[in-house]
């Protein structure tokens, strides 16, 4: 399934760029490649679509960075959570077996209720660890998703100025196998979504 999705998006990137291509060699009498290279953006022979490598541009945004410490922040809570009533348990797991090898228990029974309590307590520690793993999952979605809209709501702006009628994204060199270093706009993304973003922690 992956893989058919980086083929459609192979497939997307060559036909926005071939129809760039018949568009401003429509607009030239000379039909030649330079002449459309050169109709699509003045002098400077490059078309109007640039690309980001998201994994760069995940690893050095600071905004990224910020999200992740929360999202680590949190794991790392709920494993200390985890850990804390998962020791307590199996504490309680070895004084019970402690007493019931040296006949501590009064009567059968009050054996069998124990270790019904600490079967109950290792359920809820089950559930609770479930529940724990769901929440992390939906706020970190939650997270990509307010991150994504900020990189586009950013890139709108940045593109006022630009004039760039694509900007495709790139991630580990799979959307994009092979395109010119001038079309790399990763570098100078970083550098104004930064300018314009201000740590809460400053």
Do not use: C, W
Request: net charge neutral; proline share 2%; aromatic share 8%.
């Amino acid at each position: 399934m992956k893989n058919i999705n980086y083929l459609i998006n192979g497939v997307l990137a060559l036909a926005v760029i071939i129809l760039f291509v018949m568009h401003f060699s429509g607009k030239k009498e000379s039909g030649s490649p330079q002449a459309v290279l050169a109709g699509a953006e003045g002098v400077s022979g490059i078309l109007p679509i640039a690309y980001v490598n998201v994994d760069s541009l995940l690893l050095n945004y600071n905004y990224s960075k910020d999200l992740n410490e929360v999202i680590m922040k949190k794991q790392e809570d709920s494993r200390l959570n985890i850990n804390q009533k998962a020791n307590a348990l199996r504490s309680d797991m070895q004084e019970f077996e402690r007493k019931y090898q040296n006949n501590a228990f009064l009567t059968p029974q009050r054996a069998q209720e124990e270790q019904q309590r600490l079967l109950g307590k290792q359920q809820e520690l089950q559930a609770l660890d479930e529940r724990l793993t769901q929440e992390l999952m939906i706020e970190q979605q939650k997270l990509n998703e307010q991150l994504r809209d900020t990189i586009v709501a950013q890139l709108k702006v940045f593109n006022q100025t630009k004039g760039y009628q694509v900007i495709f994204s790139n991630t580990m060199g799979d959307n994009i196998l092979l395109a010119g270093d001038a079309y790399d706009i990763t570098a100078e993304i970083i550098a104004y979504l930064n300018k314009n973003y201000t740590s809460p922690s400053k």
